[in-house]
C-alpha cells in the first residue's frame, strides 16, 4: 500500500517563474493539505482540498492555488516565483471519516534562483 | 501562532530514556495533544494523540496531567535513528470546529542522540 507520492524530489526554478508540483494521496484518503517548509522552521499550512474544492485556506497569497482531481491527487502551483518561496513543499492526506491523523509526503524541495 | 511551547534542542545518548517536555497553558477544552516526528528531507510522521493521563504505543508514552497544562512525550531507550525533529501540537477535533488538515507547527525540539 503505497504511501503519499510527491513529485518532483526537487526543483531549482528563477525568479518569476511559474511552478507546478503533485501529490497522491494514501489509498483510500480523500482529503490533500498542502504545506510549506522553510529551513529550520516547521510546516506552514497552505490549503486544503476535498471533493475537488479549496475547503481552508492558511495565510498565502493568490499566487499559490491548488487544484484535486476526481481521483484525489491533487497539485500545488506556484506563480511568479519569489527568492522567498524556496522551500520544502509538503503534502499531507487524510480520510474525513478517519481519527484526523495525517500522512505526510517526503516533500518536494523547491530552490528559486 | 502555535497553541504549545517546547524547548528547541535536546541532547541525549544512545539507549537512554528522552523526556520531551510541551507547554500548552491554554488548551481548549475539547484539543488534544498529538506528536510528530520530521527526520531530515522527510515529511513529518505521526508518533502519538492523547487527551488526557497516560497513552502509550509500540514507539512513545505520552503523559498527561489533570491540568492539561502541559505534556511529556517519552521515549525509551533512544537509538541513533530516534534523532530528529519532534513537533507538539495541539489538535482542536473536527466535531468542535477544528480542521482536520490545518496543523499549526511550532519550531519543534530537535533531538540529538549521540552514541
Known amino acids: 500500500d503505497a504511501g503519499v507520492t510527491q513529485s518532483p524530489t526537487h526543483l531549482i526554478k528563477t525568479r518569476g517563474q511559474q511552478v507546478t508540483l503533485r501529490c497522491s494521496p494514501k489509498?483510500?484518503?480523500?482529503?490533500v493539505s498542502w504545506y510549506q517548509q522553510a529551513l529550520g522552521q516547521g510546516p506552514q499550512f497552505i490549503f486544503q482540498?476535498?471533493?475537488?474544492?479549496?475547503?481552508q485556506r492558511g495565510n498565502f497569497p493568490d499566487r499559490f492555488s491548488g487544484h484535486q482531481f476526481p481521483n484525489y491527487s491533487s497539485e500545488l502551483n506556484v506563480n511568479a516565483l519569489l527568492l522567498g518561496d524556496s522551500a520544502l513543499y509538503l503534502c499531507?492526506?487524510?480520510?474525513?471519516?478517519?481519527?484526523?491523523?495525517?500522512?505526510f509526503g517526503s516533500g518536494t524541495q523547491l530552490s528559486v534562483l | 501562532l502555535a497553541k504549545t511551547t517546547q524547548p528547541i534542542s535536546m541532547d541525549s545518548y544512545e539507549g537512554q530514556e528522552v523526556n520531551i517536555t510541551c507547554s500548552h497553558n491554554n488548551i481548549a477544552t475539547n484539543d488534544y495533544i498529538t506528536w510528530y516526528q520530521q527526520f531530515p528531507s522527510q515529511g513529518p510522521r505521526f508518533i502519538i494523540q492523547g487527551y488526557k493521563t497516560k497513552v502509550t504505543n509500540e514507539v512513545a508514552s505520552l503523559f498527561i496531567p489533570a491540568d492539561r497544562k502541559s505534556s511529556t512525550l517519552s521515549l525509551p531507550r533512544v537509538s541513533l535513528s530516534d534523532t530528529a525533529v519532534y513537533y507538539c501540537l495541539a489538535l482542536t477535533p473536527m466535531n468542535y470546529g477544528g480542521s482536520q488538515g490545518n496543523l499549526i507547527f511550532g519550531k519543534g525540539t530537535k533531538l540529538s542522540v549521540k552514541p
Open positions: 499531507a492526506s487524510s480520510s474525513v471519516w478517519g481519527n484526523e491523523k495525517l500522512f
Open positions: 482540498y476535498y471533493e475537488e474544492e479549496e475547503r
Open positions: 489509498s483510500g484518503h480523500d482529503t
